[in-house]
């Protein structure tokens, strides 16, 4: 019976290395993509107030919305922060209000995307916090983008003015599964 131990110890003890060392690399090999664009958003010609949130609280400013404030847009993702610079995408979606400071929404949204080598849509959904960096998971995509899965953060770049601007970074990346075809 001592002989057979003599066995089975090592071979276990080789078999949990070699499944270690399998699960370890299995991120590494995914296929990702990594950019950055810039939303741009006009009060009354991209976006709109739809109902008004609660008085007393925030109030409506290019950062700050009412506790409650429900908030539609469809605003264009270019290139650069410049506004005329190559249209690639469109970001539609709403936002509530969901702090009573006025500076933190939940947002739902629907990112349309023309790349170069990439076209479909992502769809987002979490908390955005108007003057800070947010990151957002990734709950959806179709066409290029079937089964991706990652982040997008939305950083203020420039909040003055009619036209507040937005530097969207997208961190994407596909399970094997859904590599396999191509």
């Known amino acids: 019976m001592a002989s057979l131990h003599n066995y089975v110890l090592p071979i276990l003890l080789l078999a949990t290395i070699q499944l270690k060392a399998t699960s370890a690399g299995s991120h590494d090999h995914l296929k990702s993509l990594h950019f950055s664009l810039f939303q741009h958003e006009t009060i009354n010609k991209t ?35 410049n506004r005329s ?62 089964f991706v899965q990652g982040t997008v953060t939305s950083s203020p770049v420039d909040l003055t003015g009619r036209t507040v601007v937005y530097k969207i970074q997208f961190h994407l990346y596909w399970p094997p599964y859904a590599t396999q075809a191509s």
Not at 56 to 66: D, F, I, R, W
Not at 87 to 93: F, K, M, T
């Open 47 to 81: 976006g709109y107030i739809i109902v008004s949130g609660i008085k007393g609280g925030a109030g409506v400013s290019q950062t700050t919305t009412p506790f409650g404030t429900l908030f539609a847009f469809q605003d264009p993702l270019t290139v650069a922060a």
């Open 85 to 146: 610079s190559k249209l690639v995408g469109i970001a539609e979606g709403t936002t509530v209000t969901s702090s009573l400071d006025g500076l933190r929404s939940i947002s739902i949204a629907k990112i349309t995307l023309r790349l170069k080598h990439h076209k479909g849509s992502l769809s987002v959904v979490g908390v955005t916090n108007n003057v800070k960096s947010s990151d957002l998971p990734v709950v959806g995509g179709t066409e290029d983008f079937m």
